[in-house]
């Protein structure tokens, strides 16, 4: 009795200290994060250990326990119909809300779904229940794009991907197929999904043939570019949780099919030091010191390396690929890009790379609405439903839709 007592103390006091993680006293319902975040990192402890063993590779074992946890079947309802098809072999998941007399035409947007570019899928509980809510609260279709995952396919193929998928879409005998009007489609994606968006805006606004075709693009928390890893929020946030900055670092690795050797270098921003020629030229598209309000800089410093590691741009040259980093982008690509929404959170690595880029698109005679978050932290915009249910999520949630019901 006596022993199992010290047994069962011993292990209550390893799962506190395993659940425990210091949080800002800002962050929103901290106990849930940390039970939230400790299950994320268990899973992915699992998935490392059966990497290590060489019996799977660790993204695909993470992508399994998500699936495991919850994948929606097509099952519509009376206000959203909801259908598996796929567009020019792109797999897409259609939602469509139901037709009103007044309104014959629908409003439209194509989401992309988060993940570090490896993870999760339109079916995921937490995507399709979003989507269904766009849906149903905007009266729209909602096309999810099922892009193909890290480590089946690696950068550009998911670009291929969203950008093959969205060109079917767009073509007037489909949008007429599903009662979308032309003039009201937007773009928009989370996290990874975010990037991808942002990215497709992007080669769409290049394409002449295609010009004006989306009238806004929403992106919640995006991820923009690979060069620096010391923005102040990135530097704020090194272990905050759901995305700390070494598991960000990984996922652009991995994306890239790179070689993890380089993470630590990458952390201090060796790969971009002054003596790497391939950067120089980018640099002032994310130099922070111009682009940042003092609010956000606070007392940080930039990490800049006089002498880095030139073998890793050369390794992976992809990590100054403009359309793996929209952010870096020149002017005459931004210019001409739909208005655009961009949700932050301030508990987030990624929080500064949606700063700049907004800044960016301003100075680009782009109409930005920049909509930040205190108390909130990457990843949350999903979580709004049961057995992930944050007040933030509702929170952000309402506001994203809010601003695409009065843009769209
Ligand atoms: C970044 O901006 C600061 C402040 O405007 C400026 O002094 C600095 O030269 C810029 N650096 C680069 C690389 O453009
Ligand atoms: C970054 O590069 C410098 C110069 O090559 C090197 O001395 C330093 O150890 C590197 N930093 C890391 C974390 O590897």
Same mark, same amino acid.
């Given at each position: +009795?006596?022993?199992?007592? #010290?047994?069962?103390?011993?292990? #209550?006091?390893?799962?506190? !200290?395993?659940?425990?993680?210091?949080?800002?006293?800002?962050?929103?319902?901290?106990?849930?994060?940390?039970?939230?975040?400790?299950?994320?990192?268990?899973?992915?402890?699992?998935?490392?250990?059966?990497?290590?063993?060489? =019996?799977?590779?660790?993204?695909?074992?993470?992508?399994?326990?998500?699936?495991?946890? &919850?994948?929606?079947?097509?099952? %519509? %309802?009376?206000?959203?119909?909801?259908?598996?098809?796929?567009?020019?072999?792109?797999?897409?998941?259609?939602?469509? &809300?139901?037709? @009103?007399?007044?309104?014959?035409?629908?409003? %439209?947007?194509?989401?992309?779904?988060?993940?570090?570019?490896?993870l999760a899928s339109a079916k995921t509980k937490n995507y399709d229940e979003l989507c269904t809510t766009l849906a149903e609260e905007?009266?729209?279709? *909602?096309?999810?794009?099922?892009?193909?995952?890290?480590? /089946?396919?690696?950068?550009?193929?998911?670009?291929?991907?969203?950008?093959?998928?969205t060109k079917y879409f767009l073509q007037p005998e489909v949008l007429h197929k599903y009662s979308v009007d032309p003039g009201r489609? &937007?773009?928009?994606?989370?996290?990874?999904?975010?990037?991808?968006?942002?990215?497709?805006?992007?080669?769409?606004?290049?394409?002449?043939?295609?010009?004006?075709?989306?009238? #806004?693009?929403?992106?919640?928390?995006?991820?923009?570019?690979?060069?620096?890893?010391?923005?102040?929020?990135?530097?704020?946030?090194?272990?905050?949780?759901?995305?700390?900055?070494?598991? +960000?670092? /990984?996922?652009?690795?991995?994306?890239?099919?790179?070689? !993890?050797?380089?993470?630590?270098?990458?952390?201090?921003?060796?790969?971009?030091?002054?003596? #790497?020629?391939?950067?120089?030229?980018?640099?002032?598209?994310?130099?922070?010191?111009?682009?940042?309000?003092?609010?956000? /800089?606070?007392?940080? @410093?930039?990490?800049?390396?006089?002498? &880095?590691?030139?073998?890793? *741009?050369?390794?992976?040259? $992809? =990590?100054?690929?403009?359309? %793996?980093?929209?952010?870096?982008?020149?002017?005459?690509?931004?210019?001409?890009?739909? /208005?655009?929404? *961009?949700?932050?959170?301030?508990?987030?690595?990624?929080?500064?790379?949606?700063? +700049?880029?907004?800044?960016?698109?301003?100075?680009?005679?782009?109409?930005?609405?920049?909509?930040?978050?205190?108390?909130?932290?990457?990843?949350?915009?999903?979580?709004?439903?049961?057995?992930?249910?944050?007040?933030?999520?509702?929170?952000? $949630?309402?506001?994203? *839709? @809010?601003?695409?019901?009065?843009?769209?």
């Open positions: +009795m006596k022993s199992s007592c #010290v047994l069962l103390t011993a292990l #209550v006091a390893l799962a506190a !200290y395993y659940v425990y993680i210091p949080l800002p006293s800002s962050v929103s319902d901290p106990w849930k994060l940390r039970l939230l975040d400790a299950a994320f990192r268990s899973a992915q402890q699992v998935s490392n250990l059966i990497h290590y063993l060489g =019996l799977s590779h660790h993204l695909l074992v993470l992508n399994f326990i998500i699936d495991s946890l &919850g994948k929606k079947s097509a099952w %519509s %309802s009376a206000q959203v119909k909801v259908t598996d098809t796929d567009f020019d072999g792109v797999e897409v998941r259609v939602f469509e &809300g139901s037709p @009103k007399p007044e309104e014959p035409l629908k409003r %439209s947007v194509l989401y992309i779904h988060g993940g570090g570019w490896a905007l009266n729209a279709v *909602i096309v999810s794009i099922e892009y193909r995952l890290v480590p /089946k396919v690696y950068f550009p193929e998911q670009i291929h991907d969203v950008v093959r998928a489609i &937007g773009i928009s994606g989370d996290s990874a999904g975010g990037n991808l968006a942002a990215a497709l805006s992007q080669q769409l606004n290049q394409d002449t043939n295609l010009k004006n075709k989306v009238k #806004v693009q929403a992106l919640i928390y995006p991820v923009l570019q690979a060069l620096d890893f010391n923005t102040p929020s990135y530097q704020q946030n090194a272990n905050t949780p759901i995305l700390p900055r070494y598991v +960000m670092v /990984k996922y652009w690795v991995d994306y890239f099919k790179g070689n !993890y050797d380089f993470v630590q270098e990458m952390i201090v921003n060796n790969h971009t030091s002054l003596d #790497v020629e391939e950067a120089a030229a980018l640099r002032a598209h994310l130099n922070w010191t111009s682009l940042l309000p003092a609010s956000i /800089k606070k007392n940080y @410093k930039p990490v800049v390396q006089t002498t &880095g590691n030139a073998r890793i *741009i050369q390794k992976i040259p $992809q =990590l100054l690929d403009v359309r %793996s980093a929209p952010l870096i982008a020149d002017q005459e690509v931004l210019r001409g890009l739909p /208005k655009t929404y *961009i949700l932050t959170c301030e508990h987030d690595v990624v929080r500064d790379d949606g700063i +700049m880029y907004a800044k960016r698109l301003e100075k680009a005679g782009v109409e930005v609405t920049l909509d930040h978050f205190e108390s909130c932290f990457h990843g949350c915009v999903i979580f709004a439903s049961w057995p992930t249910y944050f007040s933030v999520g509702i929170q952000t $949630q309402n506001s994203y *839709i @809010k601003w695409l019901n009065q843009n769209l």
